[in-house]
T-cell receptor, first 112, second 112 residues
Framework: DGGITQSPKYLFRKEGQNVTLSCEQNLNHDAMYWYRQDPGQGLRLIYY???????QKGDIAEGYSVSREKKESFPLTVTSAQKNPTAFYLCASSLDFNYGYTFGSGTRLTVV | SQQGEEDPQALSIQEGENATMNCSYKTSINNLQWYRQNSGRGLVHLILIRSNEREKHSGRLRVTLDTSKKSSSLLITASRAADTASYFCATGYGGSQGNLIFGKGTKLSVKP
């Protein structure tokens, strides 16, 4: 079945550590996106990529980095520069913004 | 900000009743989409309406779009307890804006 997979489901980060969240899709979608969701809030865009080897900063890119070496994969690294990383992270993909997004099931990141 | 705003923030109804949620936005759009999110899960795409459309239906869902008022509504008819979720509108602007912008959502509770 086609879909988008995020892993891990839960992730704990110590202060000063970098962590990487995985996002893989087998939908043959060109565009992929990372959003952050805080409790009771909407989604805020971190990074998006419309094509392999190209990506754009979203509204809250500081403290995060991404790569898009393969069409299927769009990993997000939360660096130690991100001072408040505890949140629910959602990855999505689509043909482009003119079509509906398919979302993964999310990764909940907690700083310990 | 281009972010859409949903109204109301929270809605509680009885099973069998209709639920109406509204979304307002500020600048001209290419399309508007509605998504559902169950607690702690990813978002699920419900329906997309393009700027040249006024109404769309999908099962028990009816979406309207009024571009002159920059607003949209989502109607869920004959609601069920399983409809309990948060509902988000997302606006697509086209051009160099290659991503959707999500509102903060309406939390719907359907009591059996």
């Amino acid at each position: 079945d086609g879909g988008i997979t995020q892993s891990p489901k839960y992730l704990f980060r110590k202060e000063g550590q970098n962590v990487t969240l995985s996002c893989e899709q087998n939908l043959n979608h060109d565009a992929m996106y990372w959003y952050r969701q805080d409790p009771g809030q909407g989604l805020r865009l971190i990074y998006y990529s419309q094509i392999v080897n190209d990506f754009q900063k979203g509204d809250i890119a500081e403290g995060y980095s991404v790569s898009r070496e393969k069409k299927e994969s769009f990993p997000l690294t939360v660096t130690s520069a991100q001072k408040n990383p505890t949140a629910f992270y959602l990855c999505a993909s689509s043909l482009d913004f003119n079509y509906g997004y398919t979302f993964g099931s999310g990764t909940r990141l907690t700083v310990v | 900000s281009q972010q859409g705003e949903e109204d109301p923030q929270a809605l509680s109804i009885q099973e069998g009743e209709n639920a109406t949620m509204n979304c307002s936005y500020k600048t001209s759009i290419n399309n508007l989409q509605w998504y559902r999110q169950n607690s702690g899960r990813g978002l699920v795409h419900l329906i997309l309406i393009r700027s040249n459309e006024r109404e769309k239906h999908s099962g028990r869902l009816r979406v309207t779009l009024d571009t002159s008022k920059k607003s949209s509504s989502l109607l869920i008819t004959a609601s069920r307890a399983a409809d309990t979720a948060s509902y988000f509108c997302a606006t697509g602007y086209g051009g160099s804006q290659g991503n959707l912008i999500f509102g903060k959502g309406t939390k719907l509770s359907v009591k059996p």
